[in-house]
């Protein structure tokens, strides 16, 4: 019984407290298998889920990228994936691997895809916040499979 509760008690916190005790690796991975799930659905996280946006990215990231869309510039791609569109291998393909991790920092190598013609390889920072790790900053890797 008390298993069952304490399972219930999970399902049910907010996104961001369930998130309070992963480390950034962990956050990476459940941020991109999410939003490519989202994407996948024809979804636009950031205007279709932004409290769950909210859970796993700093909320100044947030609103400078929608202050972006709302310009007349526009995104030309999707800034956290650094593409128009996806690829459907990435949706099973999230490769994450922590490439430094001090203190309330970290920069995770992530990698989306299979093979050189449909991977895109990316440097995700994040920052710890009091509830969890949070995405500051996503850039793009000109590589092959792995990030530099």
Known sequence: MKRLLAALTLTLLPPA?????????????????????????????????????????????????RKQMASDEGLEEDYFIKSQD????????????ERTAKGTSAIEDVVLGTTQDNSVALNVTLNKVKDGWRIVKVDGVKTGLTPD
């Not at 950031?46 to 909320?59: F, G, H, R």
């Open 17 to 65: 407290l369930a998130l309070a005790d992963t480390t950034a690796k962990q956050t990476t991975e459940a941020f991109y298998t999410w939003y490519l799930q989202s994407f996948s659905q024809d979804k636009v996280p950031l205007n279709d889920d932004l409290q769950q946006m909210k859970a796993y990215v700093a909320d100044s990231l947030l609103d400078g990228l």
């Open 86 to 97: 996806y690829d459907d291998s990435w949706l099973t393909h999230i490769n994450v691997t």
